[in-house]
């Protein structure tokens, strides 16, 4: 987002195609705004805009190496782009290809991406009309002719599948699961990180009703007549629905844990620690999900239970801890500033609390230094993390040498433990 800044500061002319020009100074408002949904730290300020444009194709000479810029029409954006090397045979991509794992098809808050009109395929073949010996991909390893035919494979059998389904007046509940269930290997066994089978269903079917309309939540939902089971049994205290939802939780039930958990925060709205219970609870239900944006949804309801605790009490430790933890590891993965982070800690650290609770504070107060790049602050607080509770494993696993880390999964299945 605000790597145009930088370049622009650094002496550099920044080039696009006419309508990556025209969506910039359209969409920046919409395109923040799902950006920070999604938990980066997005700033106010708009990215600075291209110099020059294109329409169709731009030639540049960098010392001896030609290179073409070229418009290659309607793909995962309406406004896709790439580079192209005639010397070296090589292409550029950015997102009309994506390889090593199951792609995403469409920016989920636009009108643009896969549709019935198929322009994302003609993209993709006016690509492998340059026959390029290597493509660099906006998503994944080195590809080649190859996975451009995959791709177009993959698209394809979508569209084929789910139009006539929508056309039969299914459900998109059904239609999911049709095409889950019947999907073939060779695409069901990509591994997913930002896009899903799920996601390429809706995609298709946004030509027809609108995202936001039929998006469904990626938070599991449990049979009321099975949920009724447990609750019958639970005594109606704050603590019954905490370790019940923590068992199941347990049981790998992730569903029946959160309608256990939502039922104790509807009768007792006021008890801050249910509510840091649910926010622990979606995080760590966020890892049953299939891509980065469907976990956005367990995200999201972990910031409201926080957010919901602190304002029952702002001075709850736990709150404060499950608040600033997020905050960390989206500073730690994302780059973002980790300020927010070490506020909502140092606060906590201030108050009485458990020693297994006051190692997590120092642990991720850990993670903000280390996303500071200020490793001997980061080790202190590990240190501290380890004397508070020897049985806390993420600040020994922070600790680890490089050497160390890559050993890890080899000691696992040896028998041993790391630590």
């Known amino acids: 987002w605000a790597g145009n800044d930088v370049f622009k500061e650094a002496g550099a002319t920044i ?6 020009r025209e969506f910039m100074s359209r969409r920046s408002r919409r395109q923040r705004a799902f950006l920070r949904s999604r938990g980066f730290a997005i700033p106010d300020q708009d990215p600075a805009l291209p110099d020059k444009t294109l329409d169709e194709k731009m030639t540049l000479q960098l010392g001896s190496l030609p290179l073409d810029i070229l418009f290659l029409g309607q793909a995962e954006t309406d406004d896709a782009m790439a580079v192209y090397l005639p010397t070296e045979k090589c292409v550029i991509s950015g997102d009309t290809l994506m390889t ?10 636009m009108s643009e991406g896969l549709s019935d009109d198929r322009l994302w395929i003609k993209a993709l073949q006016k690509m492998k009309a340059l026959s390029p010996e290597r493509i660099i991909p906006g998503h994944g390893p080195l590809g080649g002719i190859p996975e451009i035919d995959f791709f177009i494979g993959l698209q394809t059998y979508f569209l084929d599948h789910v139009i006539p389904l929508a056309e039969e007046g299914k459900s998109v509940q059904e239609i999911i699961q049709i095409i889950e269930s019947n999907l073939p290997e060779k695409y069901a066994s990509l591994p997913q990180v930002w896009g899903t089978p799920r996601y390429a269903v809706l995609r298709i079917l946004k030509n027809i009703t609108g995202w936001q309309e039929m998006k469904p939540s990626a938070l599991p939902k449990v049979d009321p007549e099975i949920l009724e089971i447990p609750l019958s049994e639970l005594e109606d ?18 569903d029946l844990a959160l309608g256990i958990i939502n039922e104790g925060c509807q009768r007792h709205p006021k008890e801050p620690s249910l509510w840091v219970a649910r926010g622990k609870l979606h995080m760590k239900g966020s890892r049953i999900a299939g891509s980065v944006l469907e976990r956005a949804d ?7 239970s926080a957010e919901k605790a602190l304002e029952l009490d702002a001075h709850y430790a736990p709150a404060l801890i499950l608040y600033g933890s ?34 997590k504070a120092h642990f991720f107060l850990g993670i903000c230094y280390r996303a500071l790049e200020l490793e001997e602050e980061a080790r202190a607080c590990f240190k501290k993390a380890l004397e508070l509770d020897p049985s806390y494993a ?4 922070a600790m680890l040498s490089d050497e160390e880390m890559l050993r890890v999964p080899e000691l696992f299945t040896s028998g041993k433990r790391p630590f």
């Open 15 to 20: 080039i696009s195609g006419d309508l990556t």
């Open 100 to 109: 090593g794992s199951f792609p995403i098809l469409g920016q989920p808050v």
């Open 237 to 254: 205290q704050p603590l019954s629905y905490i370790r019940a939802s923590e068992f199941f939780e347990k049981e790998n039930r992730i």
């Open 298 to 304: 367990f995200f999201v309801e972990v910031c409201r």
């Open 326 to 359: 997020y905050h960390a590891m989206g500073a730690f993965r994302n780059g973002d500033d980790p300020t927010e982070a070490m506020e909502l800690l140092r606060r906590a650290l201030k108050l009485a609390m458990d020693p297994s609770e006051e190692a």
């Open 394 to 397: 993420p600040p020994r696993m």
